[in-house]
């Protein structure tokens, strides 16, 4: 598989809606990508069934908070100077970029670094969705270790952090975030051909752009993108529970930067009924509540769209007054597993109930 640059728009729409709000500004990402294009005829995109076993494949990924993206804006150099100074950790050079969230930058950027770089990038990645700390990713729930990692910001600084604990490893670079100015690139988990066949979740490169498309096709044609959109999720294996989850405008908006994230709420009023739902946020839609009545919980995912163009918007592009919809959907069955369900149910972010699938909620 190829990418190329008419895909662009399609991928990074629809890595905006695997976002759930968080991974960082796609437009950003889709800008670099573009760049890298105009170099190269198309971004390579490996499955991952071709990679050889004994292939070196590096995640690359941003680290910081949403809102720090829209003004501080990233390059190549970041990521190429995190990844250099991994392989010169290991003694070796990558065989192949992976994107560690397939949601927002963070699905963008490393096809575009790959490709700036002439390397491969794998049709995969650790979450299916965008979750706000380093543990939280399948790599980790089968056993892989996220050090050595490699963080660099814009400014040449690299910061090496090595820990047999995942957790840790993101306790130790949390705070790293703060004078590298809220944001840096990282290069982890890196991880043998063998180990991604086990632990990554397949295909969602492509999953992002057939659901950008889907999107926007149907403005093409005037049909109704929410119906396109939730039809093209039926027809994929991660994404088929799904459903339109309320309807009307933001009321009020709370949004902070704290600790290298964006935390707050949004609060949607329905049009008909003045009806409210309260959409909670740590750089990713955590919990849709109305009434007391949880309609959607992490890991499952919450998207908001602009209600005219099914646009996704992240939490850094709320604001008051926008009309929206908010999407629910489900995620692939590794990420609903006990095991991790421990590491990034809605107990890991604080919500003292249990993870209840989309599908079983009324």
């Known amino acids: 598989m190829h990418m190329e640059m008419s895909d662009t728009r399609d991928f990074a729409r629809g890595a905006a809606f695997l976002g759930t709000g968080g991974g960082g500004d796609p437009y950003i990402g ?54 250099r100074a991994l392989e010169k950790r290991l003694g070796r050079k990558a065989t ?26 794998v049709d995969a990645d650790g979450m299916g969705r965008a979750f706000p700390e380093l543990q939280m990713v399948s790599f980790n729930i089968f056993g892989q270790s996220s050090s050595p990692m490699a963080m660099a910001d814009e400014h040449g600084d690299v910061v090496l952090i090595e820990s047999d604990d995942n957790l840790r490893v993101e306790r130790l670079a949390r705070p790293i975030i703060v004078p590298m100015g809220g944001l840096c690139m990282l290069a982890l988990y890196p991880m043998s051909g063998r180990a991604v066949k086990q632990c990554a979740i397949r295909d969602t490169l492509s999953l992002a752009l057939g659901i950008g498309r889907a999107i926007g096709s149907a403005r093409t ?17 991660y994404y088929r529970h799904c459903r339109l989850l309320f309807d009307g405008k933001i009321v009020d908006l709370k949004r902070e930067t704290l600790r290298g994230w ?59 007054g926008q009309r929206v919809r908010v999407v629910g959907a489900s995620v692939p069955p590794i ?20 993870f209840v699938p989309i599908e079983e909620l009324s």
């Open 221 to 237: 044609q005037q049909r109704d993108p929410f119906e396109s959109l939730l039809a093209h999720l039926r027809t994929t294996e």
């Open 262 to 320: 964006a935390i707050g709420h949004a609060i949607i009023e329905r049009f008909a009924d003045g009806q409210r739902l309260e959409v909670t946020f740590r750089n990713e839609y955590l919990r849709a509540c109305s009434d007391g009545r949880t309609l959607a919980i992490v890991p499952d995912l919450i998207s908001i769209l602009d209600r005219e163009t099914a646009e996704p918007i992240t939490t850094e592009g709320l604001k008051y």
């Open 335 to 354: 990420m609903r597993s006990e095991r991790a369900l421990e590491v990034w149910g809605p107990r890991a972010f604080g919500f003292d109930e249990s």
């Open 30 to 83: 889709r800008l670099l990508l573009e760049q890298a294009l105009r170099r190269s005829p198309a971004a390579r995109v490996l499955s991952v069934d071709e990679l050889d076993d004994d292939a070196l494949v590096v995640p690359i990924a941003g680290m910081g908070a949403p809102t720090v993206i829209v003004e501080k804006i990233v390059g190549f150099g970041e990521g190429e100077r995190a990844l």
């Open 96 to 121: 192949a970029i992976m994107s560690a969230e397939i949601g927002g930058l963070n699905a963008l950027y490393p096809v575009a670094i790959a490709t700036h770089l002439g390397l491969p990038v």
